[in-house]
């Protein structure tokens, strides 16, 4: 089953562009624009696993909609992201307040939207990616792709070569373009800079898989594939 989001937010375009990155990457996303509807399709199931919410709707403030999801046990551990206009001091800790998981401040990137909202569904379990295989050959990654492992020795990468290291366990097998790689781990467009970063991260994740390095393979004015074809 995949993923849901429930999307408030008023602006409507803008709330659209959110459900479609992330439909993209294999979420499902509602959206409405008023609070109250907000709160009536929380009631209905199934429930989504996780809330994105503007803190500035046209009925409700969004603090009142945070509380009454955290006041329903039935909706109580739901993640929340907020979303709001400014970016205030005040307005951190109004998110802070309610139990936000994560806040973003427009204007904002989907992009870094999209991996927020992947990472805390990773997190909580919700994302497709919590029954990929996270073992080949002598490399595993958990789920969070927090950590990785070759023949159980822990790997020193940074955040962002967990994440490389993460996205292409989760594909493996698969050929993935450098664009593609560009828009999933880093969250930006292609270009001639953004490409050879790509390739240089790459690199230097390869020295550091050791004995699983020949797994990562590069195919030739495409991308990057981990693991033999199924
Ligand atoms: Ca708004």
Request: some cysteine; aromatic content about 2%; charged content about 30%.
């Amino acid at each position: 089953m995949s993923p849901t989001v429930l999307i408030i937010e008023d602006e409507v375009d803008l709330a659209h562009a959110m459900a479609w990155a992330l439909s993209r990457q294999g979420i499902e996303a509602l959206c409405v624009h008023t609070g109250r509807e907000g709160l009536a399709a929380l009631r209905r199931s199934p429930r989504p696993h996780l809330l994105l919410l503007d803190l500035m709707l046209p009925d409700l403030p969004g603090e009142e909609v945070a509380r009454a999801v955290r006041a329903d046990p039935e909706t109580a551990g739901m993640p929340i992201v907020m979303v709001s206009a400014k970016d205030s001091e005040l307005d951190r800790v109004v998110g802070l307040a309610i139990g936000a998981d994560d806040y973003v401040s427009k204007p904002f990137s989907i992009r870094e939207l999209v991996l927020r909202v992947r990472g805390i569904l990773r997190r909580t379990g919700q994302d497709r990616g919590g029954s990929r295989p996270d073992r080949l050959g002598p490399l595993r990654v958990d789920h969070d792709g927090r950590q990785a492992w070759v023949e159980d020795v822990p790997l020193d990468l940074t955040a962002l070569e967990l994440r490389l290291l993460s996205t292409l366990v989760g594909r493996r097998g698969q050929v993935l373009r450098r664009e593609d790689l560009l828009d999933d781990v880093w969250g930006t467009t292609a270009d001639e800079v953004t490409l050879r970063a790509v390739d240089a991260r790459i690199k230097a994740l390869r020295r550091k898989l050791g004995p699983a390095a020949e797994l990562l393979e590069t195919v030739r004015g495409v991308g990057y594939r981990l693991g033999t074809p199924d």
